[in-house]
């Protein structure tokens, strides 16, 4: 009786296998590549985006938007009153703001750049922003540091297989790569993008920006 149930399951195994419908494995592997094509893509649609709206961003402004996604802003709101007076001098300063209103950050979007002049032009209370603005800080799970670092590597691929280059690009690079070896994650926009894009922003968690300022965005386009 073992005998035929081994037969038997034998016969079954080689008409699945016929079928293409074994191994799982195959199917978990298919699955996985699909996956895959669908975050390359998705990266080299921002890197696209940044092309074409940042023309002057370099490696480490490229590096900087993913990370925004995984981090948000990349530090602690310690001190709410320097926070915000230094938002008001910001505000005050302000004569240009380059950039859209608003953008997501990486491919992703888990956090949005959320510009300042929307308060600016008083189509978001200066409270109501920082407030937000305070809350995606606050409410920021970090992710492991390795888990960071291998996304970036995977992204970094990503960047050299696609043909887009940057100047000072290897520089970048390395120094990105170094921090990244010490547990540090966080860098600023490069010289360069400073000096051609006035841009004044905060990180606002997806879901706070979605449900509580683009209405408010929203409402004022249709004055």
Known sequence: MRKKLVIIFAMLSMVFSLSGQMPLTGVRQRNCSLKDEEKSRKVVEVLKMMKD??????YRDVYKNFM?????????????????RYMSEELQKMRNYDGPAYEPTGYNGNFYRVNLSLVKDSIIPYDKYFHAFFRSVSGIV?????????????????????????????????????????????VHHSERFNN??????????????????????????QK
């Open 142 to 186: 970090p992710p492991p540091h390795n888990e960071w670092e291998s996304e970036w590597m995977a992204i970094d691929g990503i960047i050299r297989d696609n043909g887009f280059s940057y100047q000072e690009e290897e520089f970048d690079r390395k120094e990105i790569m170094d921090l990244l070896s010490k547990g540090n994650f966080v």
């Open 196 to 221: 051609a894009y006035e841009l004044h922003y905060r990180i606002i968690s997806k879901e706070i920006f979605l449900t509580e300022l683009l209405p408010l965005i929203e409402k004022s386009r």
């Open 68 to 84: 925004q996604d995984y981090f948000g802003p990349g530090h602690i709101l310690s001190d709410t009153i320097a926070a915000s």
């Open 53 to 58: 709206r940042y023309p002057e961003a370099q």
